[in-house]
C-alpha cells in the first residue's frame, strides 16, 4: 500500500511524455502538408510563384550591321525532316504571303536611281527548296518595293546596283509569318588593290590581273602599271578569286579572298623572272602580215594568244622558261607553225612565214 501512489506517479509521467510527442509529430505533419506544394522546387521562395517570361516580340527585319539579320534564327528554324514528320509542321509552308520593305541608304550615299532587287532561295533557311527566284527592276530612285504571291519558303534578298554594297537578308515566309517588312541597307562598295613584282623585286608592269566572284560569275581585269599597281574598284562583299595571268594558265596558285568594304590590300605578289616572245609574221615573200592569230602553249606552262600589228609584229610576255609551239594564221596568207625553246630572261625573236 505504500508504493501505490508511488506507481500512479509514475504511469502518469509516462503518459504526459506520449502527449507531447504526439502533439509535435502533428505540428511537424501539418506543416508539412503546407510545405508540400514548394518543397519539389527549392529555388523557389515561401510565398513567390514562378513566372515564365514572355517571349521577345520580333522587331523589324535589317541588313544593316549589328541588326536582326534574319526572321527566324537557326536554332528556332525546324529542319525539313522526312516523310512521317509532324503534319503540322509539313504543313508550315502551305500556301502564299508577300515581302515588302524599304532601301535605305547611308548618310553619304545617294539612292540609286536605277537598282534592282534580287530574291532566291536562302542557303540555310527550312523550306528553301519551295523558293522562287524573282528579279525586280526599279527605276526612278524609289526605295519601297512590294514581293507578292509568294510561295511560303525560306528567302534571300539582296539589292544590285553599281558602286554600292548590300548585305544579303535571309527571310522565312511561313504560315505564322506570311506578310514580312523588311529594310535593306545599301553602302558603297570597296576595292581591292596589289602589288606584282619579279623575284628579282622589279615591278611587273602590263601584267593581267583577273578577280573572279564566288559562286562562278564574269571576271573583271585589270593591268598592273609601270610599279606593279593594280586596282578593282567597286567590289562588293563577297568571295573572290585572284588570278595572276590568265586564268587558264595563272603564273602563280589562284588566291581565294574574302572581301569585307570597304577595302582590301594585298601583300605584294611575287612571280619568278620570267621570259618573252617577238614574234614577227610574214607572208611568202618577206612581207609583213598584219591581224595574223597566233596561238601557242608551252609545256611548263604559258599561253601565246595575240595578234601581229602593221608591222607584222607581236610581244609575248609573262612566259615561263619551256618548250613551246607557236601557230600562225591568217585568212588570205595561210599558216605556219615554229617550235622555240625559252629561257629564263630570253626574248627571242621569231620569225613565222604564212604558206597555203
Known amino acids: 500500500m505504500d508504493r501505490f501512489p508511488e506507481r500512479v506517479c509514475g504511469a502518469g509521467h509516462t503518459a504526459l511524455i506520449l502527449i ?24 523557389v521562395p515561401a510565398g513567390a510563384h514562378a ?17 536582326r539579320q534574319s526572321a527566324h534564327s537557326e536554332r528556332s528554324t ?26 535605305e541608304t547611308d548618310p553619304d550615299l545617294p539612292m540609286p536611281t536605277r537598282w534592282t532587287l534580287v530574291l532566291g532561295p536562302s542557303p540555310f533557311l527550312a523550306g528553301r527548296e519551295r523558293a522562287l ?33 548590300c ?23 570597296g576595292f581591292i588593290a596589289g602589288q606584282v613584282l619579279d623575284e628579282a623585286g622589279a615591278a611587273v608592269e602590263e601584267l593581267e590581273v583577273w578577280l573572279e566572284p564566288r559562286p562562278g560569275s564574269e571576271r573583271v581585269k585589270s593591268l598592273t602599271d609601270h610599279l606593279g599597281g593594280f586596282c578593282f574598284e567597286s567590289v562588293r562583299d563577297g568571295e573572290y578569286v585572284l588570278y595572276l595571268g590568265p586564268p587558264s594558265s595563272p603564273l602563280l596558285a589562284p588566291q581565294q579572298l574574302v572581301f569585307r568594304a570597304p577595302s582590301l590590300t594585298l601583300s605584294a605578289q611575287v612571280i619568278p623572272v620570267l621570259g618573252r616572245l617577238e614574234l614577227v609574221v610574214v607572208d611568202e615573200f618577206g612581207s609583213p ?36 609551239r607557236v601557230h600562225a594564221r591568217h585568212e588570205d596568207f595561210g599558216t605556219a607553225l615554229k617550235i622555240v625553246s625559252l629561257r629564263v630572261g630570253e626574248a627571242p625573236e621569231v620569225r613565222l612565214e604564212l604558206t597555203r
Not at 176 to 187: E, F, K, S
Not at 299 to 314: E, F, H, I, K, T
Open 20 to 43: 507531447l510527442v504526439g502533439a509535435m509529430a502533428t505540428g511537424l505533419l501539418a506543416a508539412w502538408l503546407l510545405q508540400g506544394g514548394r518543397a519539389s522546387d527549392p529555388t
Open 51 to 67: 513566372i515564365q517570361p514572355p517571349p521577345d516580340a520580333p522587331g523589324p527585319i535589317s541588313s544593316a550591321p549589328g541588326t
Open 78 to 103: 525546324p529542319p525539313a525532316g522526312p516523310a512521317g514528320e509532324d503534319p503540322a509542321r509539313s504543313r508550315r509552308h502551305d500556301g502564299t504571303g508577300r515581302i515588302r520593305g524599304y532601301v
Open 133 to 165: 527566284p524573282r528579279r525586280l527592276e526599279v527605276e526612278g530612285g524609289e526605295r519601297e518595293f512590294n514581293l507578292p504571291d509568294l510561295p511560303l519558303a525560306g528567302y534571300r534578298l539582296l539589292v544590285e546596283a553599281p558602286g554600292v554594297n
Open 167 to 189: 548585305t544579303p537578308l535571309d527571310v522565312q515566309l511561313d504560315r505564322d509569318n506570311n506578310d514580312l517588312y523588311v529594310i535593306l541597307a545599301l553602302a558603297r562598295a
Open 289 to 324: 602580215v598584219q591581224d595574223a592569230e597566233l596561238r601557242g602553249s608551252g609545256n611548263a606552262g604559258g599561253l601565246v594568244n595575240a595578234r601581229s600589228d602593221p608591222s607584222g609584229r607581236a610581244l609575248v610576255r609573262f612566259l615561263p622558261p619551256g618548250r613551246y
